[in-house]
T-cell receptor, first 114, second 114 residues
Framework: AQKVTQAQTEISVVEKEDVTLDCVYE???????LFWYKQPPSGELVFLIR????DEQNEISGRYSWNFQKSTSSFNFTITASQVVDSAVYFC???????????WGLGTSLAVNP | DAGVTQSPTHLIKTRGQHVTLRCSPI?????VSWYQQVLGQGPQFIFQ???????GRGNFPDRFSARQFPNYSSELNVNALLLGDSALYLC?????????????FGPGTRLTVT
């Protein structure tokens, strides 16, 4: 079975705090792809990152960083020095095998307060 | 370059009516996918089209249908609307018809069925 779990339903932080959003995935396939998307209040899903199962290098993009650990089946997302504009729902998603669709987590709602 | 566009932005229909939602993909993208997102949940896959052919279908009733045109734009049709069809309908485009490629989403059409 393929599954994505985002255990944190809601997170609230104060601006400039660091925050980590957890994502745990399940798949028996050896080839798979993991994604993070941001959905601000406007509703449009914004692509953040794609990572394949053969690349465990962590990635940093500005204030965003991702930690991919196959040993724990996790693909966590950290925002450093959070800003109010980071307030959104963040989704982790999985594509595995020959599946044509993404398996989505339920999302984590992040509120960054001034 | 223009991103994925969807029309209309908002729509209010009554039960039993029919609705057509439209999507134009990013230039050069030949794959279009449709998702339904109910409040508080992740997107649910409805259809994927590539080169005008259906390549994937989610667990939705036959009231839902779609097609893709020669210019790669797409329509999603829903017949005999039910109250439960009220949701945000998202269109996503990608280069290839696999879930392994990043998908770029439009702003969505918010459908309310009364």
């Amino acid at each position: 079975a393929q599954k994505v779990t985002q255990a944190q339903t809601e997170i609230s932080v104060v601006e400039k705090e660091d925050v980590t959003l957890d994502c745990v995935y399940e798949t028996r396939d050896t080839t798979y792809y993991l994604f993070w998307y941001k959905q601000p209040p406007s509703g449009e899903l914004v692509f953040l990152i794609r990572r394949n199962s053969f690349d465990e290098q962590n990635e940093i993009s500005g204030r965003y960083s991702w930690n991919f650990q196959k040993s724990t089946s996790s693909f966590n997302f950290t925002i450093t020095a959070s800003q109010v504009v980071d307030s959104a729902v963040y989704f982790c998603a999985l594509n595995a095998g020959n599946n044509r669709k993404l398996i989505w987590g339920l999302g984590t709602s992040l509120a960054v307060n001034p | 370059d223009a991103g994925v566009t969807q029309s209309p932005t908002h729509l209010i229909k009554t039960r039993g009516q029919h609705v057509t939602l439209r999507c134009s993909p990013i230039s050069g993208h030949k794959s279009v996918s449709w998702y339904q997102q109910v409040l508080g949940q992740g997107p649910q896959f409805i259809f994927q089209y590539y080169e005008k052919e259906e390549r994937g279908r989610g667990n939705f009733p036959d009231r839902f249908s779609a097609r893709q045109f020669p210019n790669y734009s797409s329509e999603l049709n829903v017949n005999a609307l039910l109250l439960g069809d009220s949701a945000l309908y998202l269109c996503a485009s990608s280069l290839a018809p696999t879930g392994a490629y990043e998908q770029y989403f439009g702003p969505g059409t918010r459908l309310t069925v009364t």
